[in-house]
């Protein structure tokens, strides 16, 4: 099973739901690998780069939390927003 990042924004959509992204690529065979990268600086500094670029500069909101989701997660939250381009809302 794949691993995904998932990063939960501090702002809300008008329907209640979060802001948030998940990170497509990397993915990992396991949760440690993901959780791993959670706490490594340089990851983070991967992960805020691609997200300021996805967000031309400026995110929903601040980052509130972070985490680690297998694929079946994933394929709910995208099978609830399928039309999502930049992330999704939880």
């Not at 990042?5 to 497509?24: P, Y």
């Not at 996805?54 to 972070?66: A, I, M, T």
């Not at 985490?67 to 992330?87: F, H, M, T, W, Y």
Request: charged share 20%; aromatic share 12%.
């Amino acid at each position: 099973m794949k691993w995904f990042v998932l990063i939960m924004f501090l702002s809300f959509n008008e329907d209640g739901s979060m802001d948030s992204f998940v990170f497509t690529e990397p993915n990992f065979n396991d949760e440690a690998s993901c959780r791993a990268t959670l706490t490594d600086m340089i990851e983070i500094n991967k992960y805020v780069y691609i997200m300021m670029q996805k967000y031309n500069g400026v995110l929903p909101g601040p980052v509130h939390k972070v985490n680690c989701i297998d694929e079946n997660a994933v394929e709910n939250l995208l099978r609830i927003q399928p039309n999502a381009s930049k992330g999704v809302s939880l």
